[in-house]
Every structure is written in structure tokens, then in C-alpha cells.
């Protein structure tokens, strides 16, 4: 496994659409008790429900810590491959690498991770075991890494068509917390030699209380060229209003890399899902301080599904709104089984949301190189 200190874009290496083939998927047990309640058991059977569902079609790599790796291998299915790697929490698609290819070889993007937004508005610290964990499955899958270490970026800030239009939001991309010192023409620059962008599209917030500043991939995602969905809401009063009325806008003011304009469509929200007692009671301080308190609305959204080979895999939340949700994703994906993540008629969505992302927050796909 090599560093390289070159550009992807400059090798002819870019990074593929997420409903492009993979051949595997990338998640992180979870373990931190501040994020994850009562000790991570939902979140772990929610996590273990997402890896049966995505290794029907991919290879599943879950990172386990050395103290979690016996449970981890007492749940997961045979077919699941676990590795031991330490890490602070458990947002691979932020913290895994971001693969790159050339059509012939896979390359991963070591971006700096920050918690974030560092010590701005980061939402944890120490976060050094995450800041490794892209390099360290690099050198386990015998790739080469790009070495992006001084520039913040999460996977969950960016979405592309494959074919060189790149979504993401103001809100986090321009954030203090984040690249601070670079201008928005220099952080184009940056997804133009990094992911292959030629155009990016500036979303101008994410959804509503999304501690992450806004990551695109909880408001807003490609399902194919040319066609969007968006969180959406038609309650006025509502402060996601304002917010998807603004992105809706943007987008229909929008072309893509190709000069072709953007198809739209709407994915309307769960009512909003607010932190219960019984939510804080089942997680752990941190620093002496909680991490959630009763009444705090929580980041839902639809958006944050996952596109396996087979199987788009939905959040759920037990609301009017998640049929619909399944029955307009069903038809952007002709190809796939568009499924809700539930089990037993648990919703496992919501042990996911508690720890402040969803679906899609908590994996990362590896393209297939053979096309
Ligand atoms: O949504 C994500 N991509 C990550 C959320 C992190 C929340 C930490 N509590």
C-alpha cells in the first residue's frame, strides 16, 4: 500500500455514483455509550439487521474493536467479515476512505476527520482512532491512499452523480469547524481534483437540528443521473420548511456537469421525532455533560437510505409518511427491492437516529472495478 501525495484527478481517478456496482460495504460496530443507548444493544441489532440486508448482495466488513469483537462475531452473520480496528465511534461513512477508481484499480481518500468540526463545534474529542481508520483498511485492502489528511471532509458531505456533478451544502462544507482558511472556489477546486467534480452543486442548508452542519446526505441524494430526491415538508410553520424550499429552488435553478437540468423528487418527512426520557436515560454523559436531553428534535429523514447491489435499505420511523417513502424510492430504483429497516416490527431506524445520523451515515460502499 502506497501514500501518494498526487491527486486522484490528476491520475484519472474519480469517484463512482453510490447506485453504481460495489463490491462490498464498510461499517463500524458500535460501542460509545454517550452515542448508542443501553450500551449500543438496539443499535447493535439494528446494525446487525443492515449487514444481513446488504450482504445478500456485497461483501460486508464490519470494524470491531479488540473488547467488542467477540459480541460482534456472536451476532453478525457467518457471511459478514470482521476486522479488529479501534475508532471513536462509528460513522463509517465518514471516517472510512472514500473510494476512487479508474476503472481498473481502486484507490481509497484519506480526508482529515475532525468530530465534526474540531474545536469549533466538534461533537466529540478525543477523535485520533477516527482520523486512522480510513489509512488503516487502506493498507488492510491493499490499496493505495491518497493522503487528503490536511483537508476536513466526511463522506456524508458530498453525493455525486458519477459523472461529475457533486452535490453538498453550504452549511457544511463552509463551516468554521471544517477548512475554515479556504475560500468556496478553493474547496471546488479541492472536489474537482479529489472526487473528479466539474460541477458542484451548493445546497444552502441541510435538515433541520442536524448536528453534523448539514450533511447532504440527510436532505438530499442522486438516484440515478439527472434525478434527486429531496426532504421535503409542506407544513409552513415548520423550520425544514424554509430549509427544503430553499435546496428546492437551488436545484431547479440547477444543471448538472452535462448541462442537463434535475429532475426533483419530494420525500416528505416523518413528523419530527423528538429525544424522549427514556431516550437520556439509556445513554452515558460525556465529559459529565449529557449528550441528548428530552425534547430535542432529532435529524430524521428518509434520505439517509442505502443503495446496495440488490437492495435500497430505508429508515423507518413508524410514521404515515415511510410508505410513502418506500413507494417513491421504489420507482427511482427500478432494478432494486426497496425495503424499510425493521425488524420484528421494531423500528430500528430510530436506535440509529439517537446517535445523531442514520442508514446511510453508518456505511460506506467500495465500488466494483468491474463494470
Ligand atoms: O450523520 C452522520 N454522518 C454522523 C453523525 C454523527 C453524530 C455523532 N453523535
Not at 90 to 98: E, K, L, Q
Not at 187 to 211: C, F, H, Q
Amino acid at each position: 500500500m502506497k501514500i501518494l501525495k498526487t491527486m486522484p484527478a490528476a491520475d484519472s481517478f474519480y469517484m463512482p455514483a453510490e447506485f453504481d456496482r460495489h463490491s462490498g460495504c464498510i461499517l463500524i460496530w458500535p460501542h460509545r455509550r454517550d452515542s448508542w443507548q443501553n450500551g449500543g444493544y438496539a443499535a447493535r441489532r439494528a446494525f446487525v439487521r443492515l449487514c444481513t440486508l446488504i450482504s445478500d448482495s456485497e461483501k460486508v466488513t464490519v470494524c470491531a474493536r479488540a473488547q467488542d469483537y467477540d459480541e460482534a462475531r456472536r451476532e453478525l452473520p457467518d457471511n459478514v467479515r470482521i476486522v479488529e480496528m479501534s475508532s471513536d465511534d462509528s460513522w463509517a461513512r465518514d471516517v472510512a476512505p472514500t473510494f476512487v477508481t479508474n476503472g481498473k484499480e481502486l484507490r481509497g481518500i484519506d480526508w482529515g476527520f475532525n468530530a465534526w468540526g474540531g474545536l469549533y463545534n466538534g461533537l466529540y474529542f478525543p477523535w485520533d482512532q477516527d482520523n486512522k481508520l480510513a489509512r488503516k483498511l487502506c493498507d488492510i485492502m491493499d490499496v493505495d491512499c491518497y493522503d487528503l489528511r490536511h483537508f476536513i471532509l466526511e463522506g456524508g458531505s458530498i453525493h455525486t452523480d458519477g459523472e461529475g456533478t457533486v452535490i453538498t451544502t453550504e452549511e457544511c462544507l463552509l463551516s468554521p469547524g471544517r477548512n475554515p482558511e479556504l475560500s468556496r472556489i478553493q474547496i471546488e477546486k479541492m472536489l474537482s481534483d479529489t472526487i473528479g467534480a466539474k460541477k458542484v452543486i451548493w445546497l444552502p442548508r441541510g435538515i433541520y437540528n442536524d448536528e453534523t452542519d448539514g450533511h447532504i446526505d440527510n436532505i438530499c441524494a442522486f438516484t440515478s443521473p439527472t434525478n434527486v430526491v429531496l426532504a421535503w415538508t409542506d407544513d409552513e410553520n415548520d423550520p425544514q420548511y424554509e430549509i427544503s424550499k430553499e435546496c428546492l429552488d437551488v436545484l431547479c435553478a440547477s444543471t448538472d456537469a452535462k448541462g442537463r437540468s434535475i429532475t426533483v423528487h419530494k420525500l416528505l418527512q416523518p413528523s419530527p421525532v423528538y429525544v424522549t426520557e427514556e431516550d437520556c436515560r439509556g445513554l452515558d454523559c460525556m465529559d459529565g455533560e449529557p449528550t441528548r436531553v428530552p425534547g430535542d428534535r432529532l435529524a430524521a429523514s428518509y434520505v439517509n437510505f442505502y443503495i446496495s447491489n440488490s437492495t435500497v435499505i430505508v429508515p423507518q420511523f413508524g410514521d404515515k409518511n415511510d410508505a410513502a417513502a418506500i413507494e417513491t424510492l421504489s420507482a427511482l430504483f427500478p432494478t432494486r427491492k426497496v425495503v424499510g429497516l425493521i425488524a420484528e416490527d421494531a423500528l430500528l431506524s430510530r436506535d440509529i437516529l439517537i446517535g445523531g445520523g442514520n442508514i446511510h451515515c453508518i456505511t460506506q460502499q467500495i465500488p466494483d472495478i468491474i463494470k
